[in-house]
DNA sequence: CACACATATTTGCCTTGACAAATATATTTT
DNA sequence: AAAATATATTTGTCAAGGCAAATATGTGTG
């Protein structure tokens, strides 16, 4: 299966690349997970269920934003999402131009059974690491994050 | 104006969010600067000359495997890197069906000037960690990884 | 109001990368 | 050695996402 000379030798791998890695490795747990229970959903998908889960109903843009994702992809989702029948394209009540997306009581289900995935995957990704060091993978991430956003 | 209510308030990002948005950034980043420079590349072609160039000539499929890239995605990043004169497709002394990949002394010049660019990105990408927070970090990612590839 | 300009969404085009099939060559089994 | 199997590379096909143009609507300025 795996005689992949780098699976213990990724030690000197520079930022960038150990990134992408691990990121890798989470989208294909959470897909097979997804998968796992017999949903088909990709990454992406997953987490504009989560934000409008999260967040309530929004315009595409900003969801497109917050979940940094272009805008033309975007519609190209909510199109997927919304044939399936987990979300609704509704009208902006004060802007015409704008949408306002908001999941459906099926996605709201579906919601309900993704975040035991998400919540295993991560727990799974992180069970070497303790409480502590779990605080501050993530706060150096976003030290990181913020550092790379105002760079000056 | 912005008026995103996520701007500052990734701090609930799950790890996996996280891990995406700081690595766009960091291909962003390093992408800004090879442009800055007049040089047209992007990153995984700045990825598979840092490998060649750190290990010296190897097989299409071992680097394709080092720098986690599809095998049919690499026959065509080597064929342009190939027609731009970066990189020469050699025969392998024992193996007939394989390729020795390496770098031509372009390639060797290009990536002396990108050697730069990776080193400033990744410095003020870390800037506000101090250096054990660094090998924190590192040690962190690689310890998820790890996670992540050995579940059970 | 008329105009320029900004924003929300959609669509078209293009590149990238994943997956699978094809081809060529090696390795192992019988 | 013939057959089965494994590996290296290439190619075809497809979906995802980035970018730019198109469209519709909103906002600000003279």
Request: charged residues 30%.
């Amino acid at each position: 299966m795996n005689n992949d000379p780098l699976a213990h030798s990724s030690s000197r791998e520079s930022l960038g690349v150990l990134l992408g890695l691990v990121r890798t490795e989470i989208v294909r747990a959470m897909e097979a997970e997804i998968a796992a229970k017999g949903l088909e959903l990709r990454f992406t998908q997953f987490l504009i269920l989560k934000r409008l889960a999260k967040l309530g109903p929004m315009g595409a843009t900003e969801l497109a934003r917050s979940v940094e994702l272009d805008g033309g992809a975007m519609t190209r989702q909510l199109d997927q999402l919304e044939s399936r029948g987990y979300l609704r394209r509704c009208p902006h009540e004060q802007d015409r131009r704008a949408l306002r997306i908001e999941l459906t009581a099926e996605g709201d289900a579906l919601w309900q059974q993704l975040t035991n995935c998400n919540e295993r995957v991560l727990k799974a990704a992180q069970r070497s690491l303790n409480a502590t060091e779990r605080k501050h993978l993530h706060d150096y991430l976003e030290r990181v994050l913020h550092a790379l956003r105002n760079k000056n």
